[in-house]
């Protein structure tokens, strides 16, 4: 070592100083000029620089004062100009999603949307396509952009794996759905602003839905309502369909007393041959020919499309990341709000679409 | 020094210090300089051993500088969020997405996980407190928030005003406005929001009734939904903890963020007791709600129904917990930890990515528990580390209960009887002493006394010679006197017997005539006392 060192003159250990400086200073250096700061947000309108966060804003932030005493969420939201929050947990991006996103006919300037992206290569995709989705419609008319969008990037990583069989090995379902409850709550209550009346929970892979969802939905007035959830399929050359999400159902003595027996960190899952809970599923009560606005009352609630009043959320109503009732996030979110004293109710006939894989 | 002298004389130097040493590479490495590139003259060839020493020291200084320079930047890459996210997106995934578009908000939640230095990474707190006809107590309040050290422009101020019958809500946007417009901007904090709501709460606000156990419960509930409901309005993700004040603490360490953020954990509160007045013990514990679970606590939960609330700190519930206010040790390392299942509300720093999660204040009954003590329970479900410390101590505001201001009227009325009693007694001396000469009147004083005297003993002998005549047959070897002793139970006073009650004076008394004083008078007897062995066992 001491060789080495002795063999090497000053004016190298100069250049290689020099150049060890240069590469610092090219790394930093994007930051001092442009807009980025660690807090993105800051109070302050000040141009922000990589410091900004640490040393005090040159103006004085001022007060807000908001009264939510007169925040309504009524059967015609339009009429008493109720705010909506879209909020959508974004694993995978789908044009057709999006397309369906931007037929909704409630006016753009009440809803808020709110994203949540895992950080996976996937994650990343996903949010790239996003921005360039959102920047057409941000840039275009006035009228027809959003009131704001929050787009976050997950602080837990996910579970790997996202393919249908994956998904849905039922060893696997805990810690994906747990991951995916986190990433819900993240969602929610950082997005949930105190203006909101509404929020609709509406999954990455909703491709298809009436333009009046939301109208149609807060028509019926209750706490927490959820569509049925059906996929279009390919057979023969026809297309069909047939229903997709079994987190909808009412709960049974046999689903009930499978709960008493299980251990406290056990879950009860839905739609597995091995654990059969015999529980009523709103899938499978679809009548064609009926009232689409037929209400039935649910014990538990699938997460693809689903109507929350803000103040139920607000009340504490989560997604569990944890066996609560032996139950785990939509599911387990039913089981909270009907916990706090509210009464979760499906449409069995009114419909929306799964993407299918 | 010149350059070129100092180029060359190294190159020489070095060349041959290495043939000495070591094989080919080294050798080569070194005559390629020689070749090519650097000019030699005879009298350069020369050793300088002064200019070596100082080029080598320099050399030395150099490498090192840079070795220091290279760890201290490698250390700052592992420890600063900010640093590392200047690095990355230089390098990584544009960090400068959805700049360009309005009313896009984007945020990498995982730069707002909190750290233990808080304060030097710019990371935001946002500072929540529920109020609820809290008038009395927000110029203390206020005064906390002037005085903390955690650099005001990262705290986000939040208050929740329900069900306020006082003034509170104008108090508060009036102090407010004077804490923004301070002229040391230092003073200022960053986003404040005042969020109205009311919860339609028919229990009262005032100690006894807040605390008595039935009230509990739906009390509980009502206060963990005033706490949701604000944290959901004000949480934003860029908030990386989340400090929790009650307004009527009435001492706090100033640097209390920084205190509990040291410690790194996703939940933490400090113990909280309140001071007392001296006739209640100087001090209490106050916050019971800070515990850790015990067998029978669990064994209770059990037997509870469903929407039972186990509410601490009341006998009907005794769960036998170690509260971590009892844990106190004024003179204790104010850093020790301990682990809580429960926390109480009146001072929490939790993680923001705790409520991120979805850790809230149950407004039903979780696990047995509401409020702040089902928060606590709900974040050791999600596995987050619940800390208490319980050396390191903040004081609540004493608000005397209703039996403590009957108790203060007592004392009060008792305090100025006291006074007027001493006053009268004061006076009366004074009277005393300014309205009678004394001197004057001590002669016919004296006289009037030995008349007196000298009747009551003649008095007295006329009845000692009857007594004895009598008594003779009866006490069988007693003497009256031995009577008038007393005894184990005490002195007797013998009021009512012959020779007891009459006024005697020093001469007797020091002649050993008299006995005892009973009930302010006087026991008389004409034998000088000697003690018996009895009296003796007993003294």
Redo the contacts between chains.
């Keep these: 070592m001491g ?1 080495r ?7 190298r ?2 250049f ?2 020099l150049g ?1 400086l240069l590469f ?1 200073w ?6 001092s000029h ?8 800051l ?2 309108s000040s141009p922000p620089t ?9 103006t ?10 007169n925040l309504t969420a009524t059967a015609n939201p339009l009429k008493n100009s109720e705010r909506l929050l879209i909020l959508t947990p974004l694993a995978r991006f789908y044009d057709e999603y999006f397309d369906n996103l931007l037929k909704l006919n409630y006016p753009r300037n009440l809803i808020d949307l709110g994203f949540i992206t895992p ?1 996976t290569h996937a994650g ?1 995709i996903a ?2 396509k996003l ?1 360039d989705a ?2 057409k419609v ?2 275009g008319p006035k009228k027809s ?12 990583g996910t579970p790997t794996g996202q393919s249908e069989k994956e998904r849905h090995a039922m060893k696997a379902q805990k810690d994906r759905r747990a991951s995916m ?2 990433a819900r ?2 969602l ?7 203006t909101i009346s509404w929020v609709l929970w509406l999954d990455s892979d909703i491709i298809e839905s009436p333009p009046s969802l939301f109208q149609d939905l807060a028509k019926h007035n209750k706490q927490v309502i959820v569509p049925n959830c059906f996929q279009r399929y390919k057979e023969n050359g026809v297309w069909k369909e047939r229903p997709y999400d079994f987190n909808s159902w009412q709960d049974s003595e046999t689903a009930l007393n499978l709960g008493k027996t299980m251990k406290d960190d056990e879950i009860l899952l839905e739609g597995y041959a091995e654990m059969p809970t015999y529980r009523a599923l709103m899938a499978y009560q679809r009548d064609e020919k009926a009232d689409k606005h037929v209400e039935m009352l649910l014990d538990g609630v699938g997460g693809t499309a689903l109507l929350v009043k803000a103040s139920i ?4 109503a ?5 066996p609560f009732y032996h139950l785990i996030e939509t599911e387990g979110f039913a089981k ?1 709000v009907r ?3 509210h009464q979760p109710y499906g449409l069995p006939n009114y419909l929306v679409y799964h993407y299918n894989e | 020094m010149s350059l070129p002298t ?2 060359h004389s ?2 020489q130097y ?1 060349n041959g ?2 043939n000495g ?2 094989g080919g590479y ?1 050798n080569g ?2 005559s390629y300089y020689k070749d090519e590139s650097w000019a030699m003259s005879p009298q350069d060839s020369k050793y300088h051993p002064k200019f070596r020493k100082s ?2 020291a ?3 200084l ?2 090192k ?2 070795f220091v ?2 760890v201290v ?1 490698g250390f700052s890459l592992l420890v600063s ?3 590392r ?3 990355f ?3 990584g ?1 544009g ?19 909190g750290s233990a230095t808080g304060w ?3 990371e ?1 707190i946002l500072f929540l407190s529920p109020l609820r006809d809290a008038e009395a107590h927000l110029p203390m309040f206020f005064s906390h928030l002037r005085n903390l050290t955690y ?4 705290i ?1 101020l939040a208050f929740l005003v329900s069900d306020s019958k006082d003034n509170t809500m104008n108090l508060l ?1 009036d102090l ?2 004077k804490q ?3 002229a040391d ?2 003073q ?11 919860f339609g709460a028919a229990i009262g606000q005032d100690f006894s009734n807040r605390h008595g156990f039935a009230a509990q419960g739906p009390r509980r509930k009502l206060m ?2 005033a706490r ?2 604000l ?8 908030h990386s903890w989340v400090y929790w004040r009650d307004a009527d603490v009435e001492t706090a360490p100033t640097s209390i963020l920084e205190d509990l953020m040291r410690h790194n954990k996703d939940v933490i509160v400090p113990n909280v007791w309140r001071p007392l007045p001296d006739w209640l013990g100087n001090e209490q514990p106050y916050d019971l709600n800070s515990w850790q679970e015990s067998e029978t606590g669990l064994e209770l939960a059990a037997k509870l129904g469903e929407d039972d609330v186990i509410v601490e700190g009341y006998a009907e519930y005794a769960t036998w917990r170690p509260h971590l206010a009892y844990l106190r040790d004024p003179r204790g390392d104010p850093d020790v930890e301990m682990e809580l299942d429960g926390v109480g509300g009146v001072s929490i720093l939790a993680k923001a ?1 705790v ?4 850790a ?7 696990e047995k528990h509401a409020e702040t003590e089902g928060f606590g329970k709900m974040c050791r ?2 596995k987050f580390t619940v800390i208490g410390l319980p050396h390191y101590t903040i004081w609540h505001l004493y608000e005397p209960s209703s039996d403590d201001l009957k108790h203060m009227k007592e004392m009060e009325e008792q305090r100025i009887a006291h006074e007027k009693e001493e006053k009268e007694k004061a006076e009366q001396k004074t009277r005393l002493e300014e309205g009678w000469d004394i001197k004057k009147d001590k002669d016919t004083w004296d006289k009037d006394q030995k008349e007196i005297i000298d009747a009551a003993l003649k008095a007295k002998e006329v009845e000692k010679g009857a007594m004895a005549s009598k008594g003779t047959g009866k006490d069988s070897g007693k003497t009256p006197d031995q009577d008038l002793r007393g005894s184990r139970e005490g002195p007797i006073a013998h009021v009512d017997e012959p020779g007891v009650g009459v006024l005697t004076t020093e001469d007797e008394e020091k002649k050993g005539q008299i006995v005892g004083h009973e009930n302010g008078r006087v026991k008389q007897n004409k034998l000088p006392v000697e003690p018996t062995k009895q009296e003796s066992q007993f003294a």
Aim: hydrophobic share 35%.
């Design positions: 060789t060192l002795q063999r090497s003159s000053p004016f250990l100069l290689a100083l060890l610092l090219w790394m930093i250096q994007p930051s442009s807009p980025r700061t660690l807090n993105i947000n109070p302050d990589p410091t900004a966060a640490l040393t005090p804003p040159k004085a932030p001022g007060i807000n004062v908001i009264s939510m005493n950080k990343n949010t790239l921005q959102l920047r941000q840039h952009r959003f009131n704001k969008i929050t787009i976050l990037r997950q602080d837990f409850a986190r709550n993240s929610v209550f950082t997005t949930l602003n105190p959320h607000r009340d504490g989560m997604f569990p990341t944890f909270m916990r706090l004293g | 100092s180029r190294h190159t070095s210090y290495s040493y070591s080294k490495h070194a080029a080598y320099r050399r030395r150099f490498l500088l840079g320079f290279l930047f969020p900010s640093l996210f200047t690095v997106s230089a390098i995934l960090y400068s997405l959805y700049k360009d578009i309005p009313g896009v908000e984007y945020h990498d939640l995982s730069l707002y996980k030097q990474r710019g935001r650099p005001h422009h990262l986000d946007t407010l406005k923004q417009s301070d901007h230092n200022w904090f960053g986003e404040i929001t005042v969020i109205e709501k009311d963990a939904r949701n409901w944290l959901n309005a004000t949480l934003k993700p860029h990515s409520f991120r999660a979805g809230h204040f149950p407004a039903f009954s979780f479900r999600m």
